[in-house]
């Protein structure tokens, strides 16, 4: 007897579309083009193979949603899958590039479309940095430590770094990750030394030129980074060892060191929790774990003007290489649904036995017809090459397939009107921007010659974050690659992902 297969736990860095399977679409629109790309997976028939018994599949692009109708070789009702698009305006005449790929299984087109209320207008990285998260956003939340207690811990054990009563501690806010680093406006001066370098051996003289600097009673936040100095921490609840930090307790990393300022520790806020009466300031300014971690990489990209980040852990192994291919796109995706089965929100038990359905109901269709779901792109040409081509069983079946459908001169029927017996919603679809992006995973123990690993690339920057946030930028955006068609996850030695952002940002 099989054992039933237990389900993953939910995970934080969980992608906002569903992982792709049977009956799933997805739609992307780019900033200043009015085409978007439209991906929808078509399920394989049960005829096993018999062509007589093969059923037609019909695709239809409508101007608020797409549907897919399956309809039997020998006649009776078809079935119709629907998704929903209130949320965009679709011009089903304006259909271009329809093609198959993955053995007839994904079918996708390029058609007008845009969004209902908004307009995507194409934006630079600096306005959208300043747009994810503003350093107003930053300052909002140091305004509420002056009237409520203020705590630090580590996000993995809980462990108390540093806490205080109710106006005990004050938070000031950084324009930039380094501007203590890198702002001439946070350097040191010397009140008996003239401007410039400091020659004076009293060091009890020496005081900051700014504000920016914590304090035994004073942190400062940045975008990515929670500053605090040595004497501010609870005793014993922080390590530091070769610059880097870790928790007392558990003995992960937390941060690092200051570059300049040797008594400032910078905790990571993946791997630290900063809260004022409660609330974290990562709950306060980013809807999700993935969006927190596209800010990250496009404030990097955006001070080091690249478009290619290596994040590396604090001991410098590399991880992943990410190079941004837009500012962003807008997605917008989910799972068909049947017309004839409008139902209310299901339980839990329910939507646990309908995720098992589409495997019973497909796995042996999907073992007969398709070979091998293979990452690489196929083209149009190469793709319509093997429906021309009728030497075998399977390319005359795709090409009936394929001409059951040209009810217009081409792969999908356009059709501008909705049937009256059809006007329920039956799945709400919400587009939401990402930051698209190509990545390679690195083997530590071959990348220490990579140019693009050891700084001797001046096109690729580098990110240095504690290990555990590297792992969760890493599995978020292997989760966003599982959320997309097969035939769109590859591109030559680059795997296909994405990071979602603010929604503020449209």
């Given amino acids: ?191 008996s030394c003239a401007a410039g370098t400091h020659s004076c051996s009293k060091g009890e003289k020496t005081t900051a030129s700014s504000e920016w600097l914590p304090g035994e009673q004073k942190v400062v936040v940045s975008f990515a980074y929670t500053h605090i100095t040595t004497e501010a921490a609870n005793p014993g609840s922080l390590t530091v060892k070769d610059r880097t930090v870790r928790c007392g307790a558990c003995q992960k990393e937390l941060g690092a060191i200051n570059y300049v300022y040797p008594r400032i520790l910078q905790l990571h806020h993946a791997t630290t929790s900063l809260s004022v009466n409660g609330r974290s300031f990562l709950s306060s300014a980013y809807s999700s774990l993935p969006s927190f971690f596209g800010s990250c990489i496009l404030n990097r990209c955006e001070t080091m003007g690249s478009q290619k980040v290596v994040i590396r852990s604090l001991d410098r192994t590399p991880h992943l290489l990410l190079w941004l291919l837009d500012s962003y796109m807008v997605l917008i995706g989910g799972v068909m649904v049947d017309t004839k089965k409008p139902e209310p929100e299901p339980t839990p038990v329910a939507k646990q036995e309908a995720k098992s359905q589409p495997k019973q109901a497909n796995g042996q269709s999907r073992k007969k017809r398709r070979k091998s779901t293979s990452c690489s792109s196929i083209s149009d040409t190469e793709q319509g090459g093997k429906r021309q081509n009728g030497k075998t069983e399977k390319k005359d079946r795709e090409r009936h397939r394929t001409n059951s459908t040209l009810s217009t001169g081409s792969d999908v029927s356009v059709s501008t009107a909705l049937s009256s017996e059809n006007d329920h919603v039956f799945d709400t679809n919400r587009p939401f921007p990402v930051l698209k992006m190509l990545y390679k995973v690195f083997e530590p123990s071959t990348a220490k010659d990579d140019p693009r690993v050891n700084g001797q690339d001046a096109s690729v920057c580098i990110l240095d974050v504690p290990y555990t946030f590297a792992m969760r930028v890493l599995e978020a955006i292997l989760r966003s690659t599982g959320t997309l068609p097969p035939c769109n996850r590859a591109l030559g030695q680059f795997y296909v992902g994405y990071l979602p952002l603010e929604e503020r940002i449209l």
């Fill in 1 to 191: 007897m099989e054992e039933a297969e237990e389900e993953a736990a939910p995970s934080i860095c969980e992608a906002k579309l569903p992982r792709w399977s049977s009956n799933s679409f997805v739609m992307e629109l780019k900033p200043g083009n009015e085409c978007a790309t439209l991906f929808i997976d078509c399920p394989d028939d049960a005829s096993g193979g018999d062509d007589s018994e093969a059923p037609t599949t019909l695709i239809r692009v409508k101007e608020g949603n797409i549907r897919l109708q399956t309809i039997p070789a020998g006649g009776g009702d078809a079935d119709e899958l629907c998704a929903d698009l209130a949320a965009l305006s679709l011009k089903p005449n304006s259909i271009q590039s329809p093609a198959w790929a993955e053995d007839g299984r994904v079918f996708m087109c390029k058609v007008k479309a845009q969004l209902s209320e908004k307009t995507i207008e194409p934006k630079t990285y600096s306005r959208l940095a300043k747009e994810v998260v503003s350093l107003a956003a930053i300052n909002a939340f140091a305004e509420g430590a002056s009237t409520n207690p203020v705590d630090l811990k580590c996000d993995e054990c809980g462990n108390v770094l540093m806490s205080g009563k109710k106006g005990a501690i004050q938070i000031g806010s950084l324009p930039t990750d380094d501007w203590l680093t890198l702002s001439p406006e946070a350097g040191y001066n010397c009140e």
